[in-house]
């Protein structure tokens, strides 16, 4: 979870609204990314994978 006030961290993200989820593997790569309710299902379906 990241609070950023600045909201330099929506910039660099691409993040427009909230929540965003964004599922990063170790290494670093982007493996999903969600807007508004999160589907748990598939983060944890794409979690597993990583």
């Known amino acids: ?12 993200f691409q993040i427009t609204g909230q929540p965003t989820v964004i599922l990063l593997g170790t290494d670093g790569q982007e493996l999903g990314r969600w ?5 748990e299902d598939e983060v944890l379906a ?4 990583a």
């Open 35 to 39: 807007f508004g309710a999160i589907p």
């Open 1 to 12: 979870m990241l609070w950023d006030s600045s909201f330099e961290s929506w910039s660099a």
């Open 46 to 49: 794409l979690a597993a994978q």
